[in-house]
């Protein structure tokens, strides 16, 4: 990627050169949420930890490889997101910041809206106009799948606002409508000149492998743990230096 042109750049030419600037654009999991907390008896919110998140980790691994270059992090992140929202903020949370570099990832709130064609071309549409948008500015993009979502009722899940919320997302998990919409999306991807990451199929296979996946999800809903926000930062990283 030519981010690794300009990375090489900045590490030898401090003064010379332009710092990097890697924009990510999604939803809760790339604002950096975690666990939910409860607001009250009938609404919860979630712990905030930006530091713990994927973008982070990843332009921590970038500045290990290329430690004197600057590498400026924006987090476009929003909870509760969705990609029709995302691409009416483009250009106020990305493209004002003239990225070299944007992930994209969306899908989770998506999927929640209906199986219905038009809910789904309403979600691709979305992705290729902030795809080609992105592109036509100048900067790469990547779209990252995102992870899988809960399979079942987590029986430690007490409050009922958190058990209607996992018997809503597991409905839609075991249905198989996340796989149906990426499919889609990793088209449109590719067709738009972005690369793919695809962190979702490697969600899959490790479900395929007797991995309680479930169990992988802070939330126990849809939010990954801190250790799983590991994977998409090295599944992020194999992308960006993928011949």
């Not at 889609?184 to 590719?190: M, T, V």
């Not at 999800?217 to 849809?222: F, S």
Request: hydrophobic share 40%; charged share 25%; aromatic share 8%.
């Amino acid at each position: 990627m030519k981010l690794l042109v300009k990375l090489q750049k900045k590490n030898e030419d401090l003064y010379g050169a332009s710092p990097v600037t890697v924009a990510f654009l999604g939803d809760s999991v790339t604002h950096g949420c975690f666990e939910l907390r409860l607001v009250n008896e009938q609404a919860f919110d979630t712990v905030y930890e930006r530091r713990n998140s994927y973008s982070e980790r990843l332009v921590h691994m970038l500045n290990v490889f290329y430690p004197r270059a600057q590498i400026n992090l924006i987090n476009a992140g929003i909870s509760g997101d969705n990609a029709p929202n995302g691409a009416k903020r483009l250009v106020r949370d990305v493209l004002v910041y003239r990225p070299d570099l944007t992930v994209v990832c969306y899908g989770l709130n998506d999927v929640m809206s209906g199986a219905e064609p038009e809910k789904r071309e309403a979600y691709v549409s979305a992705l290729r106009a902030i795809f080609t948008q992105l592109k036509e500015s100048g900067s790469e993009v990547i779209f990252m799948t995102p992870n899988a979502m809960c399979e079942y009722v987590d029986p430690n899940i007490r409050t009922q606002p958190e058990r209607s919320a996992a018997e809503a997302v597991s409905a839609v998990s075991r249905e198989g409508r996340l796989e149906a919409y990426l499919q889609e999306a990793k088209a449109a991807a590719l067709e738009c000149g972005a690369k793919v990451c695809d962190c979702f199929a490697r969600w899959q296979r490790l479900r395929e492998a007797g991995v309680d996946t479930t169990a992988l999800l802070c939330n126990r809903i849809n939010h990954p743990s801190r250790e799983m926000h590991e994977l998409f930062a090295v599944s992020l990283l194999e992308t960006v230096f993928e011949v």
